[in-house]
């Protein structure tokens, strides 16, 4: 749904463009959702519901002192494309991450990074170091290590899944974008 997709985005353009309190990002998505769209403003409530969707799905991080700032998957999402429209390639990234979204984003970034065909066991050592450089945050942090740790079983689940919906090409020769 292209819609949830740009409501999801909103939060992620707000603490992107240094909204750091609850206040502020809803203040953002409430003004810019009726310049995207033309739609009558929405209330304080429903903009806090995109921003705690985005979060759940680990496209920005609450940190304890109640501040928020990007995931991995927000960032990346940013990067790919910072206007408040939403890319094909942003609802696939989004669709594969809902199931595992840190092992997604690490498979996307090394894709992204390297350029070229890739061996799953290059993937999972490269992954390995990447897991280590991302910074950790009080409850992302605890999550990210219990759930999410890079290991052959998440990433070979992770890159069937983006397979199967049509983000990755995987052959003897290794594994590659599809788009």
Known sequence: DTNRVTDLKL?????????????????????????????????????QV?????????????????TYILSPLGKTVFEMNPSPDVIEEEKELLRSSIFSFPVAYMVFRILKEKGKRMLEREILEEGKRLESEIPMDGIFQTEFRKKYHLNEQRLRATLNLMRDLGILEIGPDGVNFSF
């Not at 985005?54 to 304890?64: E, F, S, V």
């Open 11 to 47: 939060a992620v353009l707000a603490v992107a463009n240094e909204c750091e309190r609850r206040e502020k990002i809803v203040s953002y998505i409430q003004e810019r959702r009726t310049k995207i769209r033309g739609l009558e403003p929405i209330r304080e409530k429903w903009a």
């Open 50 to 66: 995109f921003l705690d969707d985005a979060t759940q799905m680990g496209l920005t991080i609450r940190r304890l002192d109640g």
